[in-house]
């Protein structure tokens, strides 16, 4: 079984980078970035978060980061932002989709060309810098208007984690409507059964697809040899 669901795997794509791949691990979660998941967000409370962490962060942050680069460090670090994360390589997706969990997973596969051609009229990737707009015009100081709903961006990988895992992003001013709904055409969804979650581990472990080798730093270490020594154990 697990044959076939990597044969499909493989023909989802026609060359390396060509697509986005996100996985997760119960197949029924939809395509909302986190931002957009909670049932209601408190006013102004994007703006307040970001300025927040802005402040508080102090010298953590480089000097002159522009709101893009802020808004990835958020990102990053765990806070909840419109941006969802996805990765140039299906390994990396297939990770995150079996890593955890005992029901059926998915790997949702993108393919970011269409998303923008439909989307801002343009069939390529677009950097951040690329776009008519920054993050801080449009969502803190609100001087600009978003006119998509959602667009595919691949943003510089000076992150170690960003570049390790082959990052790309999903923007989305829409936090409501999730991606599936808005662009179907750009979409496709691959269901990894429970049953095959085993040989797809196994298949990892081969490629050397790790919790170091996606968060090469000592969180992304700790976590591995969490998983290698004590995540079987039972506690008292």
Not at 57 to 86: C, E, I, K, Y
């Amino acid at each position: 079984m697990w044959n076939d669901i990597y044969n499909e795997l493989i023909k989802s794509t026609r060359t390396p980078g060509d697509r986005f791949y996100r996985g997760h691990s119960i197949a029924e979660w939809p395509l909302l970035p986190s931002l957009g998941r909670f049932v209601k967000l408190p006013e102004n409370v994007e703006q307040n978060t970001y300025f927040d962490f802005v402040t508080k962060a102090g010298d953590l942050l480089p000097r002159n980061s522009d709101s893009w680069s802020v808004l990835f460090t958020m990102q990053h670090h765990g806070l909840p932002t419109r941006l969802l994360d996805w990765s140039e390589t299906m390994a990396v997706a297939l990770y995150f989709a079996v890593r955890t969990g005992e029901e059926d997973a998915a790997i949702w596969v993108l393919d970011p060309y269409v998303l923008n051609n439909l989307n801002i009229d343009r069939s390529e990737i677009l950097n951040p810098t690329e776009l008519e707009y920054t993050y801080d015009e449009i969502y803190i100081t609100k001087k600009n208007e978003a006119k998509s709903k959602v667009v595919a961006i691949s943003p510089l990988r000076h992150d170690p984690r960003v570049f390790h895992q082959r990052s790309g992003f999903t923007l989305h001013h829409d936090l409501n409507e999730p991606l599936e709904k808005i662009c179907p055409d750009a979409l496709k969804k691959i269901i990894i059964p429970k049953a095959v979650r085993r040989d797809a581990n196994r298949f990892l472990r081969m490629a050397g697809i790790s919790e170091f080798s996606l968060f090469p730093d000592f969180d992304g270490l700790s976590r591995e040899l969490y998983l290698e020594n004590f995540n079987k154990l039972k506690q008292k």
